[in-house]
């Protein structure tokens, strides 16, 4: 391992010291859970991204999911209450497995 090669997996290293989930690139492009990285200068590794997880605000028409207004939990129960027919408020979770 090279010095460029060492600061590039310093701070992945430090946040797998700190509790943080590690994954590696497998060979298909894919991104794999690493219980144990050997943290290895061949290979691709990151910090395991958080699921997306977000309020929405869907037309009181129906489905109009192509613009959604994203929202945060507060400004969408102050949203239901302003409009006398109410969007529809959907709390959204990305589904990562």
């Known amino acids: 391992m090279n010095r460029e090669q060492a600061k590039q997996l310093l701070p992945i290293i ?3 010291a700190d509790g943080a989930e590690v994954q590696y690139e497998g060979r ?3 991104w794999r859970d ?5 943290f ?3 290979d691709n590794y990151r ?3 958080k699921p997306v997880e977000r309020w929405v605000l869907i037309s ?3 489905s109009d999911l192509n613009e959604p207004a ?7 129960s102050e949203a239901a209450d302003k409009y006398i027919i109410a969007p529809r408020i959907v709390h959204m979770r990305e589904v990562t497995e």
């Open 70 to 76: 994203f929202l945060s939990s507060e400004l969408a």
């Open 40 to 42: 290895s200068p061949y």
């Open 28 to 30: 298909m492009g894919d």
């Open 47 to 49: 910090i395991k991204p």
């Open 34 to 38: 690493a219980p144990e990285p050997c």
């Open 14 to 16: 430090q946040a797998f």
């Open 60 to 62: 009181a028409g129906g």
